[in-house]
């Protein structure tokens, strides 16, 4: 809050927060007081969507903010469009400025994502529901779950689906959802944003209207993801949701197709929608939400210890994922006096492998795991432990939770992993340039 003398000369000037203003040669809205900062200035939110601090003796009204209700967005229906649904589970996607709040909500109700995105009205009748409000970093499996059941729920009722997402663990829901409702007869596309709707740079409108775009366009099943393609606003990729990674922290095309090829493009300055790979979906949909959480994870590096893997034993996990090196490799192999701890590594290993399913999986990202080139994966192998093929390692530890879910014993969800459920493994590795 600002100080009472601040206050004052804002209600002299008759200035709130959300109004336009003028300070010196910069024009904004004014800001909430944020917590911390120069108590003796005012925050504006310039038009690059960054914010400043100003003298109040440098500021002047230029106009007052609308009240939310004269700006909304009146919906007018089509039976020429498509009914397309938006699933809200938090993340940047649909949030507007509050000036209120100082910061950015989340805006849920169709008239408010008409008013941040007027042109998503002329494609398609939009409809919204929410399922939470949250950061995709604190969602937990039985989030993917409640995603899954509430798309099953309504995907007789609309004629696409649209999951705003957070990016930060989208790699994970579209694991789930891709296992969850395998063979799925609807259009499901997971759509986040990596710049937040009050920068200039933000990539949220893009990536919604074209997620909207190919879901009129095509006849498009199955479950994918829609994000930037390059930096520019020109394409964005329609990848499928089991086979992709985010690459880079902020960058607008963080996301890639990984060990396979990209379903479509969507050119958002010509307006086109190209398919580049459509698979047919011949599969009989049966969703299944089952999951065991009781996973373990294990990240090999130079230095591990035998002990480590004594904890993941006493832990009692069903079932681990060894992110291992190469072609999926672990220190097994003893040639001195320093790395004579290596063979009780693979003792312990095997010892895990006794009471859990453990999949061998590689940091590399790209290309496939091997456990038969080279004595150390052959030792591994010998212990029970499979491979997670063409899969990074976040989505086998996705696949083997779903996995183990199905099974009625370890060996039958060992069967499961190594199937081919939804187009997660390929018979052959594809090549990304």
């Avoid at 969507?266 to 949909?285: A, G, L, Q, S």
Wanted: net charge negative; hydrophobic share 30%; aromatic share 6%.
């Amino acid at each position: 809050m600002y100080s009472e003398q601040i206050r004052q000369t804002l209600e002299k000037k008759d200035i709130e927060p959300g109004d336009e203003i003028k300070a010196g040669n910069n024009t904004g809205r004014l800001m909430p007081k944020p917590e911390n900062g120069d108590p003796e200035s005012v925050i504006i939110k310039l038009d690059s969507g960054y914010n400043i601090g100003v003298k109040t003796d440098q500021i002047e009204l230029i106009e007052k903010k609308e009240t939310e209700d004269s700006n909304q967005t009146e919906i007018e229906h089509s039976k020429d469009r498509p009914d397309i649904l938006i699933l809200h589970t938090g993340g940047t996607i649909a949030s507007r400025v509050s000036y209120e709040e100082g910061g950015v909500k989340p805006a849920f109700d169709p008239e408010a994502l008409l008013e941040m995105y007027p042109e998503l009205g002329e494609i398609c009748n939009l409809h919204s529901k929410v399922i939470a409000q949250m950061l995709s970093e604190d969602m937990e499996p039985e989030h993917w779950q409640e995603i899954a059941r509430k798309i099953d729920e309504e995907k007789d009722e609309y004629d696409g689906i649209i999951i705003g997402h957070g990016t930060d663990t989208m790699q994970y829901t579209g694991q789930a959802l891709s296992l969850m409702l395998k063979g799925i007869d609807t259009g499901v596309i997971l759509v986040g944003s990596q710049r937040s709707s009050d920068r200039p740079s933000s990539d949220a409108a893009q990536n919604l209207y074209s997620a909207a775009k190919f879901l009129k366009d095509t006849d498009f099943e199955g479950i994918s993801v829609c994000m930037h393609s390059t930096v520019d606003d020109d394409l964005c990729s329609l990848m499928p949701a089991n086979k992709i990674r985010k690459m880079h922290t902020s960058r607008r095309d963080a996301f890639e197709t990984v060990n396979a090829q990209r379903i479509g493009l969507v050119d958002y300055r010509e307006d086109t929608v190209e398919i580049e790979n459509k698979t047919e979906n011949n599969e009989e949909y049966e969703p299944k939400f089952d999951l065991d959480t009781q996973i373990g994870y294990i990240k090999v590096r130079p230095g591990m210890k035998p002990e480590e893997l004594n904890w993941i034993k006493k832990k009692g996990y069903n079932g681990v994922i060894i992110e291992g090196t190469g072609l999926g490799h672990m220190p097994v192999n003893s040639f001195d006096s320093k790395t004579e701890h290596h063979e009780e590594i693979l003792e312990k290993v095997e010892e895990i492998t006794e009471n859990a399913v453990v999949v061998m999986s590689s940091e590399c990202i790209y290309g496939r795991t091997n456990m038969n080139v080279y004595d150390a994966g052959l030792k591994i192998k010998e212990t029970g432990v499979i491979e997670a093929k063409d899969m990074h390692p976040e989505l086998a530890y996705v696949k083997l939770m779903w996995s183990l879910g199905q099974g009625e014993d370890l060996e039958e969800a060992k069967q499961v992993f190594k199937s081919n459920i939804a187009g997660e493994t390929q018979k052959r590795s594809i090549y990304n340039e």
